[in-house]
């Protein structure tokens, strides 16, 4: 193998290394988000239904005037 031909298979791995090294980057970003998400959908649901039964209590108690 020429020095030069050697050269090119050194800089396609850095390069493809550089790459692989951004994607996993991008992969632990991407599932930060989606575990965020993931959390807040429960809360998101629980305030629903907080408000569920409290309309529910005042429309059938006749609280609001």
Do not use: P, Q
């Not at 050194?10 to 290394?17: G, K, L, M, P, T």
């Not at 809360?43 to 005037?65: H, P, Q, W």
């Amino acid at each position: 193998m020429t020095n030069s031909e050697e050269k090119y298979v050194i800089d396609s791995i850095e390069a493809i290394r550089k790459t692989v090294d951004e994607n996993n980057m991008m992969l632990k970003e991407i599932i930060k988000y989606i575990n965020y998400i993931s959390m807040n959908a429960s809360n998101e649901n629980m305030d629903d239904f907080g408000r569920n039964v409290l309309a529910n209590l005042i429309s059938t108690f006749g609280i609001v005037k």
